[in-house]
């Protein structure tokens, strides 16, 4: 479980953001708060959130996930999931699995497994987190303190809606919720009560060095996590969005955008046409009335999708500038545990293109497929390979388990192989 220090909790969290949703003292809430009916009926529309929400929660090691398709796809934490590439996983009928890590987003703290040979699994569907309005109740499921563990019994709280989009450091645009949450609730899910998943819990604000929830919890929203599927769903770190060559004003306050200060040469902002005293007003629609809510919006996307910024300039003319959005660097620590493996040395020939080979490692994939020292690759799965490293590039593209065509000369005759990559040993 992630935590969150009490000056972040209070001030960038319940003060700084709650401000879409703004009622005083005293008056009646705005559209955007939803009060308490106390029906006769609210008792049993939480039994009834609570029921349909324990079928998809799935325990994963000391943590929570969610499955979110009947082919076994679940949801957690990055810091949950994503210390390992295969995990043992128990399902609401009892059952033990065996899921493997498809893809991460490490900043936003997302990660995606896949439940081996899985079908007809109960699952959740995804909700829309930008309808939540502040004091809908919600109900958030997991493992706290891993009281589960033993009997495999899952732990269920009911809160509400406290705050929404709020900035969190890289939880950039939180749901907070009252909902209790504590370590191993991270990666489970938060529902709102006609049973959709709105949210992954996984950060709490903590006072006295305590672990234990003070009533201030963060989920990541449904429509980020919707954004980031198919990424994900993909394989490998999917890296979270920025624009190159931004120069922000530092001093500005809050109001009808973010101005910059400046753009740096040769990067993505000069090539759009921004330039000094531009006004940036909104992402894809989305308002951004101050530096934290511009980069709430902005983490919420992945690089290298198509965006549209809303700007003023400094002559108040409005324009819209389409762009494909950078992609934020990934260590490389973090995408080694994605490559695949498949056990060659590899060269570029001097006086030719190809990837030439010169060192097969024993029992590997490469090996199985009949590859050996001497070979030239010429082909890997219909693709012209040039060299070595666009061979590299070519295959940690493809997910590990993924059979390819690779075509080879040898002793100046073609010859076609198979290969079956492999998840890289660590």
């Not at 079928?55 to 943590?63: A, C, E, N, W």
């Not at 109900?139 to 589960?148: I, K, Q, S």
């Not at 030719?352 to 050996?372: D, N, Q, T, Y």
Request: aromatic share 6%; proline share 5%.
């Amino acid at each position: 479980m992630l935590q969150s220090s009490p000056h972040v909790a209070w001030a960038a969290g319940a003060a700084s953001f709650v401000a879409e949703a703004p009622f005083a003292a005293g008056a009646e809430p705005t559209g955007d708060v939803e009060p308490q009916s106390g029906s006769a009926n609210e008792d049993d529309d939480v039994t009834a959130a609570c029921a349909r929400a324990l079928k998809s929660f799935v325990f994963i090691g000391g943590g929570s996930g969610v499955l979110i398709s009947a082919d076994g796809y679940v949801l957690s934490n990055f810091h949950v999931a994503g210390t390992s590439t295969k995990w043992a996983v128990q399902t609401s009928d009892g059952k033990s699995r065996i899921a493997e890590l498809i893809g991460v987003e490490p900043f936003g703290d997302l990660a995606l497994l896949k439940i081996m040979d899985a079908a007809g699994l109960p699952f959740a569907e995804l909700g829309d987190s930008d309808a939540l309005r502040i004091g809908q109740a919600v109900v958030a499921v997991g493992n706290p303190f891993v009281l589960g563990s033993l009997d495999k019994n899952p732990t269920v709280t009911l809160g509400i809606i406290s705050a929404i989009h709020t900035f969190q450091d890289e939880y950039s645009d939180a749901i907070q919720t009252d909902a209790r949450i504590n370590p191993g609730n991270s990666g489970g899910p938060l529902f709102t009560l006609d049973g959709k998943l709105v949210g992954i819990n996984g950060k709490i604000a903590t006072r006295f060095g305590t672990r234990h929830n003070t009533g201030i919890g963060y989920a990541i929203p449904s429509n980020q996590i919707a954004r980031f599927l198919p990424g994900l769903k993909e394989g490998g770190v999917v890296p979270r969005a920025t624009i190159l060559g931004l120069q922000f004003d530092s001093h500005q306050q809050p109001g009808a955008g973010v101005r910059l200060a400046g753009v740096d040469p040769d990067t993505t902002a000069l090539k759009i046409c921004l330039e000094q005293g531009d006004v940036i007003e909104s992402i894809s629609g989305t308002q951004t009335p101050s530096l934290p809510r511009f980069f709430g919006v902005l983490w919420g996307f992945p690089g290298g999708v198509e965006a549209e910024l809303g700007v003023v300039s400094s002559n108040g003319e409005r324009r819209s500038i389409k762009l494909t959005l950078d992609k934020r660097e990934i260590p490389k620590e973090l995408t080694y545990m994605f490559d695949t493996w498949v056990g060659l040395e590899l060269y570029t020939p001097r006086d030719r293109e190809g990837a030439g080979v010169r060192g097969v490692s024993s029992k590997g994939p490469a090996e199985a497929a009949g590859i050996k020292d001497g070979d030239i690759i010429l082909a890997f799965d219909g693709t012209k390979v040039v060299s070595h490293k666009q061979f590299i590039e070519l295959k940690n593209k493809k997910r590990p388990g993924t059979q390819v065509k690779i075509e080879l000369e040898r002793e100046g005759k073609k010859v076609e192989v198979v290969l079956t990559l492999q998840r890289r040993r660590r």
